[in-house]
């Protein structure tokens, strides 16, 4: 398991006499790779405080490149109790999702909070041109340590089934902008009770069923830790599929997406999947 070193800070006092210098802004040590080094280790820069940007709007990976790890750190620092915002998926056939309920790691006590919230605050996304090549990359200690279609099937059986059974949908479809999605009446209709699904989307008002799978999809598909009593937009396509075993779409591709969006999103100050990124930085 990667860890994590504090480091001291250094500090010394003095009683010389005469006028003390000027003091100076106090200056940030940040780990970061130089990219214009030709060595391969990492190298110390240092970053004005001075000159950090605030985060108030817009995505984590808009703000330059340098301030982003401090930013993230920055936002999971100020919760009063950051435990909570680690969620750990908890231990469906149809979709070939059956890894999401199984335990694939012995190791069920150990969570190294900070070596994940550094993984998380380092995080980059490539460029990619189909929904398999997608790669997150984070660096804990000098080492790079990847999320992808690849490194998750390692980790455990996610997508079990044939890759033809699968379709990919639009993000703005699967977690962005579901109101818009074509079948969004079909899907409402299918999952709450008549005449109880307009405006606010709340629980208590889905089917017995739907009920039961909403339980699972905000533990262990799309965890979260805000109001459990309402239904989020987001989460209307992935209780449609568990529901009725169609359209199936990846687990990995959700997985990965929701650990990109909330990483990168104003406000959202919560680590999903705790337990899968412990497995990959094992």
């Known amino acids: 398991m990667v860890r994590t070193k504090e480091r ?16 100076q802004p106090k200056k940030m040590r940040y780990l970061g790779r130089d990219d214009d080094s030709e060595s391969d280790e990492e190298e110390m820069m240092e970053l004005d405080l001075t000159e950090k940007p605030k985060w108030e709007a817009g995505p984590l990976d808009d703000q330059p490149e340098v301030w982003q790890p401090t930013l993230f750190h920055d936002r999971m620092n100020r919760l009063k109790n950051k435990a909570v915002a680690f969620i750990c998926e908890r231990e469906f056939r149809a979709l070939g999702w059956e890894a999401v309920l199984n335990c694939y790691d012995k190791d069920n006590k150990n969570l190294f909070m900070d070596v994940i919230q ?7 996304c490539n460029t990619y041109e ?10 804990v200690n000098g080492i790079e340590v990847e999320m992808s279609f690849d490194t998750l099937r390692k980790l455990a059986k996610y997508d079990s089934l044939p890759t033809r059974d699968y379709t990919i949908p639009s993000l703005d479809d699967l977690l962005i902008k579901p109101k818009a999605h074509p079948r969004w009446n079909d899907m409402l209709l299918a999952l709450f009770l008549p005449g109880t699904f307009s405006g606010t989307l709340f629980r208590r008002n889905l089917k017995i069923e739907a009920k039961f799978l909403l339980t699972i999809c905000i533990l262990n598909v799309i965890p979260r830790r805000d109001d459990k009593q309402e239904v989020r937009f987001s989460e209307i396509p992935v209780l449609y599929s568990l529901l009725h075993g169609s359209p199936r779409f990846s687990i990995r591709y959700l997985i990965m997406n929701h650990v990109w969006i909330c990483r990168n999103k104003v406000g959202r100050s919560i680590i999903s999947y705790c337990r899968i990124i412990t497995g990959l930085l094992k």
């Open 8 to 23: 001291a800070g250094a500090s010394s006092s003095s009683k010389g006499k005469g006028k003390q210098p000027e003091q």
């Open 118 to 124: 550094e993984w998380m605050a380092t995080l980059t």
């Open 130 to 139: 189909r929904p398999s090549k997608m790669k997150l990359t984070g660096t």
